[in-house]
């Protein structure tokens, strides 16, 4: 990981109930033997908080604090484009130079699955892309389209043995930054 600025949001103040840290988690997962684990390898805290209600709005701001964390801020979320066929058919399956894809179309680099934080970004990257001509698959002939879709960063598992609300960008078991609220004591580490 590369050196970045941490948030100053000194002592604990008085009317503080929660804070709201980032943590760098590590994926330790073990798909043979069923094992499913992340490890936290760093935490950061972002912002103090005067209740402990999970509320992704003020989650999301902490995060926009954060170098590391601002894909998680407001108005952010993974946005996916990618080739398509325009209709769907059972039956149609594409190769995309690896394998077998049904209605993918990513051969070509400049048309391959990208990602973006917002839905203005990826109609821009759409928008700059010249239309998508159509191929002849034997006797058919199959046209394409750009499709979006979006992940959400917003998790919610309050379940029993869920990791409760955060934001995260990838699944629970994938290593990357998360943004959660605690409401455990921590006077003694963030005054350090």
Same mark, same amino acid.
Request: hydrophobic share 35%; aromatic share 12%; net charge negative.
């Given at each position: 990981m590369t050196p970045y600025e941490k948030p100053t949001i000194g002592p604990r103040p008085p009317w503080a109930k929660a804070l709201i840290v980032a943590e760098y988690e590590k994926d330790? %997962?073990?798909?043979?033997? &069923?094992? /499913?684990?992340?490890? #936290?390898?760093?935490?950061?805290?972002?912002?103090? %908080?005067?209740?402990?209600? &999970?509320? /992704?709005?003020?989650? #999301?701001?902490?995060a926009a604090l954060?170098?590391?964390?601002?894909?998680?801020?407001?108005?952010?979320d993974v946005w996916t484009a990618r080739v398509v066929l325009s209709v769907p058919s059972p039956g149609y399956f594409v190769y995309n130079g690896t394998a077998w894809?049904?209605?993918?179309?990513?051969?070509n680099a400049d048309r391959a699955?990208?990602?973006?934080?917002?839905?203005?970004?990826?109609?821009?990257?759409?928008?700059?892309?010249?239309?998508?001509a159509p191929c002849y698959f034997g006797?058919?002939?199959?046209s394409y389209r750009w499709l979006l879709t979006c992940g959400k960063v917003e998790h919610r598992e309050k379940y029993s043995m869920g990791a409760g609300y955060y934001l995260k960008a990838g699944g629970r078991?994938?290593?990357?930054?998360?943004?959660?609220?605690?409401?455990?004591?921590?006077?003694?580490?963030?005054?350090?």
């Open positions: 330790e %997962s073990d798909l043979m033997t &069923d094992y /499913f684990a992340t490890k #936290r390898t760093v935490t950061v805290p972002l912002a103090w %908080s005067s209740h402990d209600r &999970d509320l /992704f709005p003020e989650m #999301r701001k902490a954060f170098g590391p964390t601002r894909h998680l801020g407001p108005g952010r894809h049904d209605g993918d179309y990513d051969h699955p990208r990602e973006f934080e917002t839905k203005a970004e990826a109609e821009a990257f759409v928008a700059a892309h010249p239309p998508l006797d058919n002939l199959v078991y994938s290593s990357g930054w998360r943004v959660s609220k605690t409401s455990y004591r921590l006077d003694d580490k963030v005054a350090a």
